[in-house]
């Protein structure tokens, strides 16, 4: 399974709310939180949340031309997003399977 050696870390950002961000056994980033969070508690729930059926994913291209995800809550909220471009959209569809994406 692709990401089975990622490991995620919980952060305080410049701000002083808890962030998360997913970083591959390379090192890189692979996934971040999209929001900062008051509550550590909140924020560790938003990194382990699961495959939800009911969330939208979404892929487009930003203005550079490369292929990025966010995911939404069913209120509209979004809870991830890709934390880098993709010059393929098959890329970038592989790095949201890593955070729960189901195709």
């Known amino acids: 399974m692709a990401g089975e050696n990622d490991t995620f870390e919980v ?21 971040a939180s999209s929001e900062g969070y008051n509550k550590k508690a909140d924020c560790e729930a938003n990194m382990n949340r ?3 059926p009911k969330d939208k994913w979404e892929f487009y291209q930003d203005k550079r031309g490369e292929y990025r995800w966010r995911r939404r809550a069913v209120n509209g909220n979004i809870i991830g997003a890709a934390s880098e471009g993709y010059t ?16």
């Open 11 to 31: 952060y305080q950002d410049k701000r002083g709310e808890y962030r998360w961000r997913r970083k591959a056994s390379n090192g890189r980033i692979v996934g």
């Open 50 to 52: 699961g495959p939800n």
């Open 88 to 103: 393929k959209k098959a890329d970038a569809e592989a790095n949201a399977a890593r955070q729960g994406y189901q195709g």
